[in-house]
């Protein structure tokens, strides 16, 4: 079959001058709706000084105040279930969402009949790009709990017209099982399970490359951008990877890459803005290649619950602005969390450089162990299947990364799900044994 080349070809290859112009008058809506019905928003536009009408043009995006999820967390403690910042009668919502997060207060989000279907095409888009077609069969292999993650990008990838199989996490066995009977030609899952299920497979004396799987299409993780682990899940599985990037607060997935595989094609236009800005001062970053910043997104047509400039706390670097698939949306990478971003005598370090480097060292376990803070060096390194490579470990550390490690030997909890990559023993964490 031949396929479009676009899900959505208006929305997407859509000149700049033109989604500028839509973004901007569905911006000054939102703002001025935001601010009429919401007391969360009518009080940071006033602290900070802004009336809805002066918000017109995207630079004027600035003058708003950012929106953490912490502030979010304290308007839903103080009035439940959705707090101050909701939008929409209770009644029109038709989907809640929880996410939790490190420090484990849950957040809810709502969805409206009207959000449920933003959220899906703009899902579809990314997952097209990525390489979902109607005539796979896709096993999606996320929590269905409570997530985001599940059955909202189980809708998106639905969209697309591929089938999708409710797969889940803790069913590794039984999807073996049933294999034969399902025939999947894709997996939507972080970039771990595929490594634990190719893992059970040849437990049970089956090869992965056997299994017949075409496309390895994968979230949540900054590995998916990883030359060297991409090849070598390519390898294993005998599949193509196409990643993909979706954060719970704003929708489920809203980047994706297309077959050029360079940097994740930015897929929300008409509904969400999306800004750079330095993670510590909030400056605004100008969107070009090479630029680094943390992404801030900004609702166009939330309904239930929205959001103005919010702090993603995501870091990622500009790939480029153009594309040879014609698609417009700016294509960036992920580096890190910038709550995982830690500081070694000046140096900053993300656990997935650390990653990414072990892992080319066949190392594919490991836990990054920090026990005070400021971080001083050496800093402890566990790495499962050393094999007695910690000084030549150590050392390629210290020439890629710019901090001396002490690497250990040690047994890594197994997971289906991301796996933990950071312990702070200073704020109270345990290091696995
Ligand atoms: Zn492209």
Redesign the pocket.
Known sequence: MTWARYFDERAETMPAAWTRRLEEELLADQVSRCYERTPFYRRKLAAGGVRPEQVERLEDLARLPFTTKEELRESQAAEPPFGDFVCADPVDIVRTHVTSGTTGIPLLLAYTERDARSSAQIGARAFW?CGARPDDVVLHCLSYSFYTGGVSDHLAMEATGATVVPVGLGQSARLLELWSELRPTAIFSTLTYPLYLAEAAAETGVEPRALGLRKLLVTGEPGGQMAFTRRRMEELWGAEVGDSYGISDVWGTLAG????R??L?FCGQGATLVELVEPESGDPVAVEPGAEGELVFTHLDREATPLLRFRSRDVAVVVDVE?????TGF?FRVVGRSDDMFRVRGVNVFPSAVEELLREHGCDRFAIVLERFPVEPPVAILVEGVNGKEEELAEAVRARLSFTCAIREAALPRTETKAKRLYRLYAGEDAPA
């Open positions: 790009a890459e297309c077959e050029e360079a940097g094609h594309c040879a698939c014609g698609r294509r």
